[in-house]
């Protein structure tokens, strides 16, 4: 069964600074991934997709991720934290007969320091 | 602009009552799916409706019925609410993946989250 590892429960970082959140896919075949953001009280946003093509993915709000299927990982980035990056981050990967449901990680959340 | 409403965003249950939560999207989306957000599990799937009058059961769907009735509402019906499904429940919609691949790289837009607290 497909299933979305986030090692990472919390991460803190300083403003300005760089910005890697770790996710591990198992999947059998060429994995349908996705990167949603929610911030405190919200629903979730969709930062960025991957299904094929170039392994490296922009996303809003100056995201970026890369897919490496050797390592069965889509570990989000930004080069420079802002104070409005503090929310929750999750992973996902498409999964079911039809692509019918997404399966997502535990998350990880980001705290920024100034 | 799309969007995805729930009609509470607070609910406050005593055990045992039934509770309906409510999720409308406006973007004529033939999928519509329900999770439920706890810490530390992220989002399992509890019910999903590919179009009117279908649905699939999730991941965790016990204790838990749907209704689709109109393609713009899936609603979310918990027979007899317990302490333990106290927890945060999302709505999301899609367009259709029922036929071929399209629609597996079709984005879910969420709702803003009902969070249920049952006593």
């Known amino acids: 069964a497909q299933s979305v590892t986030q090692p990472d429960i919390h991460i803190t970082v300083s403003e300005g600074a760089s910005l890697e959140l770790r996710c591990n896919y198992s999947?059998?075949?060429?994995?349908?991934l996705f990167w949603y953001v929610q911030s405190p009280g919200q629903g979730l946003q969709l930062l960025l997709k991957y299904f094929s093509g170039d392994t490296l993915v922009q996303g809003i709000k100056g995201f970026e991720a890369e897919f490496k299927r050797s390592q069965s990982s889509f570990n989000l980035r930004k080069p420079s934290v802002h104070w409005s990056d503090a929310a929750e981050y999750f992973c996902a990967v498409v999964a079911g007969e039809y692509g019918n449901k997404l399966v997502f990680g535990a998350g990880t959340i980001l705290r920024v320091k100034s | 602009d799309v969007k995805v409403t729930q009609s509470s965003r607070y609910l406050v249950k005593r055990t045992g009552e039934k509770v309906f939560l409510e999720c409308v999207q406006d973007?004529?989306?033939?999928?519509m799916f329900w999770y439920r957000q706890d810490p530390g599990l992220g989002l399992r799937l509890i019910y999903f409706?590919?179009?009117?009058?279908?649905?699939e059961k999730g991941d965790i769907p016990e204790g838990y019925s749907v209704s689709r009735e109109k393609k713009e509402r899936f609603s979310l019906i918990l027979e007899s609410a317990s302490t333990n499904q106290t927890s945060m429940y999302l709505c999301?919609?899609?367009?259709?993946?029922?036929?071929?691949?399209?629609?597996?790289?079709?984005?879910?837009?969420f709702g803003p989250g009902t969070r249920l607290l049952v006593l």
């Open positions: 409706s590919y179009d009117v009058k279908m649905k």
């Open positions: 973007m004529d989306h033939e999928n």
């Open positions: 999947y059998g075949a060429t994995p349908y």
């Open positions: 999301a919609s899609r367009v259709s993946s029922r036929s071929g691949t399209s629609g597996l790289q079709e984005t879910q837009y």
